[in-house]
Each structure stands twice: as C-alpha cells, then as structure tokens.
T-cell receptor, first 117, second 114 residues
Framework: AQSVTQPDIHITVSEGASLELRCNYS??????LFWYVQSPGQGLQLLLK??????LVQGIKGFEAEFKRSQSSFNLRKPSVHWSDAAEYFC???????????????FGQGTELSVKP | KAGVTQTPRYLIKTRGQQVTLSCSPI?????VSWYQQTPGQGLQFLFE???????NKGNFPGRFSGRQFSNSRSEMNVSTLELGDSALYLC?????????????FGPGTRLTVL
C-alpha cells in the first residue's frame, strides 16, 4: 500500500537559517509527489510538485525539493527561512496510474515548523 | 478567480445527529475531492466526484456520503454523528481530476461533535 512518512513532527529553526523537511514514500513505482503548506485556519496551498524529469523542483516562496529515487525521498528545502514560513507542511503522493481518477492524495502526518526570531 | 469556498466554516453538533457540508469549486473545475483532517489520523481521503459521479472512495464507513450537482458544487453528509467525527473537513477542486492536476483546497469546515 502507498504510504508517506514525514519523520519530523515538529522542527524549530532560527530566522535566516536553512531548512530541510524530510519526506519518504512507499510505492511500487515513482508516484506523483507534492508538498503543501497549511497556515492556521487555512486550507492547504501547493508549494511544488514532481512528476518526472529534473529531480530538483522549484516552487513558490523560495522552496525547492529534490526527488531521490534510490532513497524514496522528496525532501523540501529553503535556504533562508522567514518568520512567515511558520506553518505545517505536508508531503503527499498521488497515483500515476490513477489516470482520470486523480482526486486521491495520500498525505504524510505533517511537520510543524516554528521559526525563532 | 474566486477560490474554493466551503460552508459553513464552523459547526457544532451532538452525537446521533447528521450534518451536511458544502463545497463550491473554482469556476470551471469539475472534480471535487473531500478529505478529513484530525490530529490523530492526519489527512485522509474521503471521496472524489467528477461530473456528478463518484469516481474514487476512501476507507470510511457508509455514514459518510456525498454528491455533486450539475454546477460542480458538492456536498458531503455524515449521518449518525460520532465523537470521532470531530475534524476539519477539507474539499479540493481540480479542472479534470487527473493525477497531475493541482488540487486547490478550501479553508475547511470545522465540525465539533459533542
């Protein structure tokens, strides 16, 4: 069965420091991979996604993620964190065989990011 | 373009009651998916609708149901509410409902069951 693991439940970084949020997936093939962010009281906003091609993906708000097939990972990075980045981050996989039934995403448990001034 | 809207934003119900939540997708989007978010189970897929047909369903009991109207608006219904149904219910819309489509999420409906 497909699954997504985000090993870190909560991470605290200082403003201006670099950030890496980990995501590992379990799937028979390369799934479609997504990172979403959720601010308090808000829905989820897509940061970036990977389907194929270049394994380093650029997203919004200065985020990037690298797909590593050998490690079944899709870690999210940002070189310099801003206080406004404090939120919960979710890694998700979609089924590439889902075709036109792509409405289903499987999410990790989320990583809550706190930013110290 | 207006985003995904969900009504109501907050609901308080008691055990045994039923509840209906509404989701209006982005204009032109035809696929609507529903998710339940709880601290213990995280985000879990409920079901997806496209052109008034349920195409995909998660692992939830039959008390959870949904439908989609011809204008793509969707409702989900939970009957015989249990305490464990307290959650944030999120809906998301996409244009075609393909795996490669970006899902755009609404702000959610916070359901509290007492």
């Amino acid at each position: 069965a497909q699954s997504v693991t985000q090993p870190d439940i909560h991470i605290t970084v200082s403003e201006g420091a670099s950030l890496e949020l980990r995501c590992n997936y379990s799937y028979g093939a390369t799934p479609y991979l997504f990172w979403y962010v959720q601010s308090p009281g808000q829905g989820l906003q897509l940061l970036l996604k990977y389907f194929s091609g270049d394994t380093l993906v650029q997203g919004i708000k200065g985020f990037e993620a690298e797909f590593k097939r050998s490690q079944s990972s899709f870690n999210l990075r940002k070189p310099s964190v801003h206080w406004s980045d404090a939120a919960e981050y979710f890694c998700a996989v979609g089924d590439p065989l889902g075709g036109n039934q792509g409405g289903k995403l499987i999410f990790g448990q989320g990583t809550e990011l706190s930013v110290k001034p | 373009k207006a985003g995904v809207t969900q009504t109501p934003r907050y609901l308080i119900k008691t055990r045994g009651q039923q509840v209906t939540l509404s989701c209006s997708p982005i204009s032109g989007h035809r696929s609507v998916s529903w998710y339940q978010q709880t601290p213990g189970q995280g985000l879990q897929f409920l079901f997806e609708y496209f052109s008034e047909t349920q195409r995909n369903k998660g692992n939830f009991p039959g008390r959870f149901s949904g439908r989609q109207f011809s204008n793509s608006r969707s409702e989900m219904n939970v009957s015989t509410l249990e305490l464990g149904d307290s959650a944030l219910y999120l809906c998301a819309s996409t244009g075609r409902g393909y795996s490669t489509d970006t899902q755009y999420f609404g702000p959610g409906t916070r359901l509290t069951v007492l």
